[in-house]
């Protein structure tokens, strides 16, 4: 079954009638590109190894004139390589061409006045290669005629580089889009990783109100060589310097939170764990800030759509519970406190059990 954006025969068919009958209005690399989309199963122009391979033959037309357009005419042929655009630019011949005046007028006078186009279609070997490797170098880095053939983006690769999505095994490793990820290629490739840049990020993605929480507090466990042990003179046991009671230590430099809100009831239950949301929002902020920082996400739910609790399984106990004996009694926010383990942890199944 065709999709939704997926364009069909009658388009494509519709786009070459008109290619044919106003080619002199067309740009060069238009015309190209739209005769690559009705051929999706052969290379692209520049890149094929044989020349039946080859969408289009690209060809010169033979003239001393100054040509007010860049594409002469297009004869379509039964098969795609028996297609040949006549081009007024780079090629051998003509008044701006590299060679002699008198190669244009000799090939001119054959195909014209004895039919014998030998000379031209010699020389067609080589423009056509020289305009092929120039549509090649024109549409190499434009992501619109890179998207034409998704398995063969060049730019996507490019992007992705800057995203952590080479080599190919690093796509599709999480639930966020690798599309998305090429989208903010500026923060997801930048060194330096800010609360500005996760609020922008997640805000964008989403399209809900967030904030970040810095130095949000938490225990750290210390590992047995920092642990003071009695009878042992180490730098760790230095009174008012290094000398730690117990085995954990609170700090106030590895942690923040996420705050979303205040939401509606259907958005903040799509963030509670096991939600539609909630493994994405853990997957966006871990690509952002990687493996080393602990994050809370606090979820604000707006004061009139806090809902009575029912006896019934679509609830969940100290998340979307609250003791009111009917809708709407609260006149503050209500908030949720979690942390990003407990979101990574659970799926949609196992939430519900």
């Known amino acids: 079954m065709a999709g939704e954006h997926r364009t069909a025969i009658d388009t494509v068919d519709q786009s070459l009638e008109e290619l044919t009958e106003r080619i002199r209005s067309f740009d060069f690399v238009a015309a190209v590109r739209r005769l690559e989309n009705a051929h999706t199963d052969k290379p692209r122009v520049g890149e094929a190894v044989r020349v039946r391979d080859d969408v289009v033959r690209l060809s010169q037309n033979v003239s001393l004139g100054f040509r007010g357009h860049a594409l002469h005419s297009l004869i379509m042929g039964r098969r795609a390589h028996q297609h040949r655009l006549y081009v007024n630019f780079l090629g051998l011949l003509g008044s701006h061409g590299p060679m002699p005046l008198h190669y244009t007028e000799y090939a001119y ?13 010699f020389l067609d070997l080589f423009n056509h290669r020289m305009l092929s490797l120039f549509y090649r170098a024109s549409t190499q880095f434009d992501p619109a005629v890179n998207f034409d053939r ?25 639930s966020i889009p690798d599309a998305a990820k090429r989208h903010y290629p500026g923060w997801f490739g930048s060194s330096a990783k800010s609360p500005d840049g996760m609020v922008a990020l997640i805000r964008d ?17 210390l590992v047995d060589d920092s642990v003071v042990r009695l009878g042992h003179h180490r730098e760790s046991a230095q009174l008012g310097r290094a000398l730690y009671i117990g085995k954990r230590v609170w700090s106030v430099r590895h942690k923040f939170s996420v705050q979303l809100g205040p939401l509606d009831w259907e958005t903040f239950s799509s963030f509670k764990p096991g939600g539609t949301r909630a493994r994405a929002l853990h997957d966006l ?7 080393e920082w602990d994050w809370d996400l606090e979820l604000s739910l707006k004061p009139d759509a806090v809902r009575p609790m029912t006896l019934d399984r679509k609830r969940s106990l100290g998340f979307d519970s609250w003791t009111t004996s009917a809708r709407g009694v609260s006149r503050a926010s209500q ?4 942390n990003h383990k407990l979101i990574s942890q659970l799926t949609p199944d196992t939430a519900r059990q």
């Open 109 to 121: 006078q054959r195909s014209r006045h004895h039919a014998d186009p030998t000379f031209q279609e």
């Open 150 to 174: 998704p398995g063969n983006n060049s730019y996507a690769e490019f992007l992705g580089a800057l995203c952590g999505l080479l080599p190919a095994a690093s796509a599709n490793r999480d």
């Open 205 to 221: 993605y989403f399209d809900l109100p967030v904030s970040i929480r810095e130095w949000v507090g938490g225990w750290l466990p």
């Open 285 to 291: 902020v871990r690509n952002y800030v990687g493996d």
């Open 335 to 338: 908030s949720v406190l979690l």
